[in-house]
């Protein structure tokens, strides 16, 4: 099939590559000149596992091509994905302008029939405001459908390759033939389609992100919980996990949930409930406790420094919202970096992958080559991401490089007993704290 997709960022470049890789021919259009520059060059601008060798391959088997040219990259396409942001507006809904400017643009140069994907995370009622958009100028037949993407960020391959389910909206007999065809290769592989109309299809990407939002952020008060009961959350998360109704994923506790997804996703069904006059306590809830437990630590540093950050050479491992991205947004890293700059303390940091997105906004960190260069004359080390590389790091070594062998750990890494043992105190979320200080 001939595809185009509008909009290079993660979604549309995971898109765009993987819909070649199954036979298509894919030009990806964006409006960025510097971008599409470099993608023209074989220079992926993401860092997402397994992406680039696909991407490589079908750009050499020229299968894969860039424009800013929408015109051009839409011409003969029978499926034209929007891959387009939608930000948070001022008022926390989804904002459509970028959608609706591209839909505007594409009334007038349609040639042929095509269907219109909305593959961003967009508002009930989306799909008829790009439709009618569209109408306004267009001289041929089309239609729109909703095709949320339900991708994670550093297994997106995979994700997008072997899907719980692909989810489309439409009620358009026509379009639904169009996208059984795009997705016969991945239906044949036992991956389910499942149709709906266009605005459950909207709804069901806004429930799907918010749920699990709750999920985490319930895990979140119950390590709260445990902490003032003296339980571990680890262990509630093994026994309540292997429950088949709860399931074992997105149960860690941890520093709050980040990210470009979920916390605008969350706030932007929010702003629908209201719309609607409907109000949904839940979801309130969830993002004040996430605002709170992305705080989580900074207390428990402060006060272990007797309420006095200053001049204190705070370590910090991890600034992506979570490991194998060097996707910031919305990390709680940030918001507590920036805390710690502001308590007076210098901050030394790490993180394998995200360090370059980091530089312009936040220039006054120290940045280290090494884990363990970040260490080196530290009072303490924060960590904020689970890269893998900091779950056995060699505790000796740590020791002699940090002035103070403390740790708060916002993804609980270690085991106590570990910790114990190698004489560190340790503070991390949901479970007893480690105070070697007085143990040693
Ligand atoms: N990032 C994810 O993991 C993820 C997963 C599922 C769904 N989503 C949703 O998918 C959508 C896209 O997310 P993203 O992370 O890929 O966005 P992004 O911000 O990384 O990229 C968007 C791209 O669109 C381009 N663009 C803007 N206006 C344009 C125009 N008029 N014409 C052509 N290109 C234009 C930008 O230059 C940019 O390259 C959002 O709605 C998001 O919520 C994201
Ligand atoms: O048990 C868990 C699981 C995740 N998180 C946090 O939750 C956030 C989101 O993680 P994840 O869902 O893995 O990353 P995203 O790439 O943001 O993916 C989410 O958002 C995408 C954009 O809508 C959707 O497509 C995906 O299905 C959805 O999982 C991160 O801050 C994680 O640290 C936890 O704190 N505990």
Same mark, same amino acid.
């Given at each position: 099939?001939?595809?185009?997709?509008?909009?290079?960022?993660?979604?549309?470049?995971?898109?765009?590559?993987?819909?070649?890789?199954?036979?298509? *021919?894919?030009?990806?259009?964006?409006?960025?000149?510097?971008?599409?520059?470099?993608? *023209?060059?074989?220079?992926?601008?993401?860092?997402?596992?397994?992406?680039?060798?696909?991407?490589?391959?079908?750009?050499?088997?020229?299968?894969?091509?860039?424009?800013?040219?929408?015109?051009?990259?839409?011409?003969?396409?029978?499926?034209?994905?929007?891959?387009?942001?939608?930000?948070? =507006?001022?008022?926390?809904?989804?904002?459509?302008?970028?959608?609706?400017?591209?839909?505007?643009?594409? !009334?007038?140069?349609?040639?042929?029939?095509?269907?219109?994907?909305?593959?961003?995370?967009?508002?009930?009622?989306?799909?008829?405001?790009?439709?009618?958009?569209?109408?306004?100028?267009?001289? #041929?037949?089309?239609?729109?459908?909703?095709?949320? +993407?339900?991708?994670?960020? =550093?297994?997106?391959?995979?994700?997008?390759?072997?899907?719980?389910?692909?989810?489309?909206?439409?009620?358009?007999?026509?379009?639904?033939?169009?996208?059984?065809?795009?997705?016969?290769?991945? #239906?044949? *592989?036992?991956?389910?389609?499942?149709?709906?109309?266009?605005?459950?299809?909207?709804?069901?990407?806004?429930?799907?992100?918010?749920?699990?939002?709750?999920?985490?952020?319930?895990?979140?008060?119950?390590?709260?919980?445990? +902490?003032?009961? !003296?339980?571990?959350?680890?262990?509630?998360?093994?026994?309540? !996990?292997?429950?088949?109704?709860?399931?074992?994923?997105?149960?860690?506790?941890?520093?709050?949930?980040?990210?470009?997804?979920?916390?605008?996703?969350? @706030?932007?069904?929010?702003?629908?409930?209201?719309?609607?006059?409907?109000?949904?306590?839940?979801?309130?809830?969830?993002?004040?406790?996430?605002?709170? @437990?992305?705080?989580?630590?900074?207390?428990?540093?402060?006060?272990?420094?007797?309420?006095?950050?200053?001049?204190?050479?705070?370590?910090?491992?991890?600034?992506?919202?979570?490991?194998?991205?060097?996707?910031?947004? +919305?990390?709680?890293?940030?918001?507590?970096?920036?805390?710690?700059?502001?308590? =007076?303390?210098?901050?030394?940091?790490?993180?394998?992958?995200?360090?370059?997105?980091?530089?312009?906004?936040?220039?006054?960190?120290?940045?280290?080559?090494?884990?363990?260069?970040?260490?080196?004359?530290?009072?303490?080390?924060?960590?904020?991401?689970?890269?893998? @590389?900091?779950?056995?790091?060699?505790?000796?070594?740590?020791?002699?490089?940090?002035?103070?062998?403390?740790?708060?750990?916002?993804?609980?890494?270690?085991?106590?007993?570990?910790?114990?043992?190698? *004489?560190?105190?340790?503070?991390?979320?949901?479970?007893?704290?480690?105070?070697?200080?007085?143990?040693?």
């Amino acid at each position: 099939m001939k595809i185009a997709v509008v909009g290079t960022g993660y979604v549309g470049l995971v898109t765009g590559t993987c819909f070649a890789e199954t036979g298509n *021919q894919v030009t990806c259009v964006d409006i960025d000149v510097n971008k599409v520059t470099r993608l *023209q060059k074989g220079d992926i601008p993401i860092y997402e596992p397994g992406l680039e060798v696909l991407f490589d391959r079908n750009i050499a088997e020229g299968r894969l091509t860039f424009t800013t040219d929408l015109k051009e990259g839409i011409k003969g396409a029978e499926v034209i994905f929007l891959a387009l942001p939608t930000p948070p =507006g001022e008022d926390g809904s989804a904002d459509l302008k970028y959608i609706l400017g591209v839909a505007n643009d594409l !009334g007038p140069i349609l040639e042929n029939y095509a269907v219109i994907i909305d593959k961003s995370t967009v508002p009930v009622g989306t799909a008829e405001k790009v439709s009618a958009a569209i109408r306004l100028n267009a001289t #041929v037949d089309f239609d729109v459908v909703s095709n949320p +993407e339900f991708l994670r960020e =550093g297994v997106a391959v995979e994700d997008f390759m072997k899907p719980d389910r692909v989810v489309v909206g439409t009620t358009s007999e026509k379009a639904k033939k169009v996208m059984e065809k795009l997705y016969a290769p991945l #239906v044949r *592989q036992g991956n389910p389609v499942i149709f709906m109309d266009e605005r459950s299809a909207e709804m069901t990407k806004y429930a799907a992100n918010s749920f699990l939002a709750l999920k985490i952020t319930f895990m979140n008060e119950i390590a709260n919980l445990c +902490e003032k009961v !003296g339980a571990n959350v680890d262990d509630i998360r093994r026994g309540i !996990g292997t429950d088949s109704r709860i399931g074992k994923r997105f149960l860690f506790a941890g520093i709050g949930y980040g990210g470009s997804c979920f916390p605008k996703d969350v @706030q932007a069904l929010a702003k629908t409930s209201d719309d609607y006059g409907y109000d949904f306590r839940t979801l309130k809830s969830v993002m004040a406790v996430n605002d709170d @437990q992305k705080k989580r630590l900074l207390p428990l540093i402060t006060e272990y420094f007797d309420g006095d950050l200053k001049g204190k050479t705070i370590a910090v491992w991890g600034l992506a919202f979570k490991p194998y991205t060097d996707d910031i947004r +919305e990390a709680p890293a940030l918001e507590n970096i920036k805390a710690l700059l502001a308590a =007076g303390a210098n901050v030394t940091v790490y993180d394998p992958e995200a360090m370059d997105n980091v530089k312009g906004l936040l220039p006054d960190l120290t940045y280290c080559h090494t884990a363990y260069a970040a260490l080196d004359d530290a009072d303490a080390l924060m960590i904020f991401t689970e890269w893998p @590389q900091f779950r056995t790091p060699d505790f000796d070594k740590m020791a002699k490089l940090m002035k103070e062998k403390v740790i708060f750990d916002g993804r609980n890494l270690y085991e106590l007993e570990v910790m114990r043992e190698n *004489q560190f105190t340790y503070y991390s979320i949901g479970r007893e704290s480690v105070d070697s200080k007085v143990t040693a």
